[in-house]
T-cell receptor, first 111, second 116 residues
Framework: GEDVEQSLFLSVREGDSSVINCTYT??????LYWYKQEPGAGLQLLTY?????DMKQDQRLTVLLNKKDKHLSLRIADTQTGDSAIYFC???????????FGTGTRLKVLA | GAVVSQHPSRVICKSGTSVKIECRSL??????MFWYRQFPKKSLMLMAT?????????EQGVEKDKFLINHASLTLSTLTVTSAHPEDSSFYIC????????????FGNGTRLTVT
């Protein structure tokens, strides 16, 4: 079945860039998402990208998609302590409502 | 942006009792709502999908008689955990979408359920 993989942890220093990676197996994925979860809270949609796009930038966030390798990344520029959270990537195929979530990457930002 | 409100945020109940969790879309009509369960340090597990006015679709392994879902209006879905047991203790998160799920999901803030 479909599978979405992420590394579990990432630690960066404040002011550096963070890159969170995600790989997926479903070649029919049409939509790919990044969500942020702070402790004890729900998921906050950060950004999303369609499979016909290679890159999307929104302020400090840059999403890169390599559809051939089924690899998605989220780059956070000038990482701040407030960016410390768990980041989930998710994919969805066209024609289905079902999201497949990755395992989540816990980002820790060191002051 | 779209806002989804989930209540209560935290509940502690005794074994054998039932607990109702509400999920509301505040500024849009949610034709589709989803209920997830999240175990500690784990990803989200989809429990069921509800479309307004019809029966919920449950994922494999989720007991529909234990987790009752009602989506009576375009802005409200409820999840009732019936005859709760300690193993039902978890973080439950709802999400909602319009256009039958074609737009990005927006999530509630989750409900931490503890069954003693």
């Amino acid at each position: 079945g479909e599978d979405v993989e992420q590394s579990l942890f990432l630690s960066v220093r404040e002011g550096d860039s963070s890159v969170i990676n995600c790989t997926y197996t479903d070649s029919s994925s049409t939509y790919l998402y990044w969500y942020k979860q702070e402790p004890g809270a729900g998921l906050q949609l950060l950004t999303y990208i369609f499979s016909n796009m290679d890159m999307k930038q929104d302020q400090r966030l840059t999403v890169l998609l390599n559809k051939k390798d089924k690899h998605l990344s989220l780059r956070i520029a000038d990482t701040q302590t407030g960016d410390s959270a768990i980041y989930f990537c998710a994919e969805r195929s066209s024609g289905t409502y079902k999201y497949i979530f990755g395992t989540g990457t816990r980002l820790k930002v060191l002051a | 942006g779209a806002v989804v409100s989930q209540h209560p945020s935290r509940v502690i109940c005794k074994s054998g009792t039932s607990v109702k969790i509400e999920c509301r879309s505040l500024d849009f009509q949610a034709t589709t709502m989803f209920w997830y369960r999240q175990f500690p340090k784990k990803s989200l597990m989809l429990m069921a999908t509800s479309n307004e006015g019809s029966k919920a679709t449950y994922e494999q392994g989720v007991e529909k008689d234990k987790f009752l879902i009602n989506h009576a209006s375009l802005t409200l879905s409820t999840l009732t955990v019936t005859s709760a047991h300690p193993e039902d203790s978890s973080f439950y998160i709802c999400s909602a979408s319009s256009h039958r799920g074609s737009l990005p999901l927006h999530f509630g803030n989750g409900t931490r359920l503890t069954v003693t």
